[in-house]
C-alpha cells in the first residue's frame, strides 16, 4: 500500500490469483465442504448480525453440523445502542426461530469500535498501521473465539451482488419488463473500457480532504478499477477475490488471528467459494442480489429473508467521543500536507458524518501523537 492509498483510504488494483484446480462442485457443495472443515472445532463462532450473508451462512453452517451430528455453531452478534440505523434485531430474531437455534453471544457496542478507541489503539500501538483500518469489531470477535475458528460472511455483498452483465440479465430474464431506467446502465455495461473509464471519472467517490492533484490521480485509479470488469458475470465475481484490497485485508485479518490461536475464514471469500461461484454464474449470471440468494440458497430461508432490500447503516457507529476528542486538540501533525488538506480532514472527524475512507489517516495522525511514532502501513501476508 502507497502513501497515496493511505491517504486515499482505499487499496487499488488487482493480484494475479490463479484459480482453484476444477472440478469444484456447486457452490453448496464447497460451502459445505469449508464448513465441515471448521465445524469440528471449539468453539466455532459465526458472526451473526441479521443480515442476507450471514443468515445465509449461519442456516448453512447449522443445516451441515445437523446432517453430521456436530455440535452447532454459536452465533455472535454486535449491537449498536447508540446507532438505530445498525438496528436488525427482528430479522435477528426471524432467523434463529426458523433455524431453531437458541444459544448465542450478544456484544454491546458504544464506543469500543472507534478506530482510535480501546480496542484499535493497542493493536495500531503494536503493528502500527493496518488494513483494513476498521478491524476492531474483527478482533473482538476473534477474542472470543480463542483456540477455535470465527466464521464470517464478508465479501457476501461484492460475490452475489450486482456483476457488469446485470442489467441486460435483468431485461432477458423479465422479457423486457423492467423499468426505462435499465436500459442506459446496459449501453454503459457495453461501452468500450474508454467510455466506461471517462463516465467512473465523472462519477467518482468525492474525498475533499484531499489536494486536487491528488484527487485526481486517485480518481483516476478508482476509474481503472471500474473500467477493467469483465462483462462476464461469472468473472466479474471473480474478479473480485483477486481485489489487492481484498486480498491484503483478508491475509492481515487472518494472520492476527493466528497471533492469538484463532482460524479466521471468510465463508464467501474463499478462493474455491468463488470459483464455484464463477462457474456456476457463467456469462450470464442472477438477474440480481436476490435472484442469486433465491437460486444459490432458497432452501435455507424463508423468502422474506431471501428477499428483504432492507440494510443495517453502521457508518454512525464507527466513529464516536474518542475521534472528536482527538480532532479537537489536534493540530494537524502526521499528515503530509502536501496530500491533504488537515483544516478539511479535522472538519469531517468532527461533523456529524465522518467519512469512512479517512479512518486510516486519522490512524496515522492519531499514532503520530503517541510515545511510538507512526510506522509505514503494512499488511501481513501469509503462505
Known sequence: ????????????????????????GSPRQVLDRILLTHLTRSPCLLA????????????????????????????????????PATDEAQ???????????HERVVLSVLDEHDPIGPVAAPLLREH????????????????????????TGESGDEVFGLKR????????????????????????????????RRWALRHHYRRPWLRDDVARLLARRDADDIAASSLHAGQHAWQFATRRSVRRAYETVR?????????????????????AVREAA???????????????????????????????AFASALFTSHTREFAESWAGDGVDADLVDPGVLRRIWLSDTPSAPSMTLLQQAWLSTQDRAARPLRTSRTA
Do not use: C
Not at 91 to 101: C, E, K, R, S, T
Open 255 to 275: 494472520t492476527l488471528g493466528e497471533s492469538i490461536g484463532v482460524t479466521y475464514v471468510q465463508t464467501f471469500g474463499e478462493l474455491e467459494f468463488v470459483a
Open 165 to 196: 452483465i446485470t442489467p441486460l440479465t435483468k431485461v432477458l430474464k423479465a422479457r423486457g419488463k423492467v423499468r426505462p431506467q435499465v436500459y442506459p446502465y446496459i449501453a454503459r455495461a457495453f461501452a468500450p473500457a474508454v467510455v466506461r
Open 91 to 101: 430479522w435477528q430474531q426471524a432467523v434463529l426461530d426458523h433455524l431453531g437455534v
Open 1 to 24: 500500500m502507497d502513501e497515496l492509498e493511505i491517504v486515499g483510504g482505499w487499496v487499488n488494483g488487482y493480484e494475479r490469483v490463479p484459480l482453484p484446480q476444477p472440478p469444484y
Open 128 to 151: 502500527g498501521l493496518l488494513w483494513p483500518p476498521n478491524i476492531a469489531p474483527t478482533w473482538r470477535m476473534m477474542n472470543l473465539a480463542r483456540g477455535g475458528v470465527l466464521l
Open 282 to 312: 457463467g456469462f450470464w449470471g442472477w438477474s440480481g442480489r436476490t435472484d442469486a440468494m433465491r437460486s444459490l440458497f432458497g432452501d435455507l430461508l424463508p423468502r422474506t429473508v431471501l428477499e428483504r432490500d432492507s440494510k443495517a
Open 48 to 83: 451473526f448480525s441479521g443480515g442476507r450473508d450471514s443468515s445465509v451462512l449461519l442456516a448453512a453452517a447449522v443445516h451441515a453440523a445437523r446432517r453430521e451430528g456436530l455440535p452447532l455453531p454459536v452465533p455472535v452478534t454486535l449491537t449498536y445502542p447508540n446507532a
